[in-house]
């Protein structure tokens, strides 16, 4: 699938996992389920046919820029938790992140980016930092998993262990990626709608 329907699946099911109860576990929803819907394409890089999962990327870090500064502003609580980190756990989740990421940028396009040790690590890395964020990223890196499977090239899920499967379904850039990106977007909309309307 292409970047921008793992970007709205993603944080469909960041939401839908997370089911946030306040201003600022919304936004962490947000950012975990756009940075972790994208963030297995890592490898890709700006050359075609590529140059849509550095969009991507490029359109998570928007998104995070932008609720991050709204938190710093309207004080909806995630800096205060990244704040409130120990020096152990901040060093910890970037060395892991750090690591895990160039890891990924040498391997092969659905490699070790596309298995569940690369999610994980990557979680891990950002729940160091915020739980909250750390929980969605890993909804939407499992969800990016779960859509690639549908597709016609093996996603090597318990990397390095086996070749990987996929189920053969569909083409990663026609009519099932359209109905998965309005899917995804739809999903968030209305689970935007839902969290949103229990806050008051």
């Keep these: 699938m292409m970047s921008k329907t793992h970007l709205t699946v993603g944080v469909a099911a960041a939401l839908a ?4 109860g306040d201003p600022g576990g919304i936004f962490a929803a947000v950012i975990g389920g756009a940075v972790g819907g994208v963030f297995c394409d890592v490898e890709c890089d700006a050359g075609q046919p590529m140059r849509d999962a550095l969009l991507g990327r490029m359109n998570a870090g928007g998104v995070t820029a932008a609720l991050l500064a709204a938190d710093w502003f309207l004080k909806t609580g995630i800096w205060a ?3 409130s980190q120990t020096a152990a756990s901040l ?13 990924g940028r040498l391997c092969r396009h659905r490699g070790f ?3 569940l040790l690369f999610v994980f ?9 915020s739980p909250p964020i ?15 499977t549908l597709n016609k090239k093996p996603v090597p899920w318990f990397f390095p262990f086996g070749r990987g499967f996929c189920l053969r379904l569909f083409y990663a850039n026609r009519t099932a990626n359209t109905l998965f990106l309005w899917g995804g977007f739809t999903a968030s909309v209305v689970l935007l709608t839902l969290r949103i309307q229990a806050l008051q």
């Design 17 to 20: 996992v997370c089911r946030p």
């Design 134 to 148: 750390g929980i969605a990223a890993l909804a939407g890196g499992l969800s990016h998993l779960a859509l690639d």
């Design 113 to 115: 980016t596309h298995s």
């Design 121 to 129: 690590l990557i979680s891990f890395g950002l729940f160091c930092f």
């Design 81 to 83: 938790g990244i704040l």
């Design 91 to 103: 060093g910890t989740g970037l060395v892991t992140f750090i690591i895990t990421y160039l890891i």
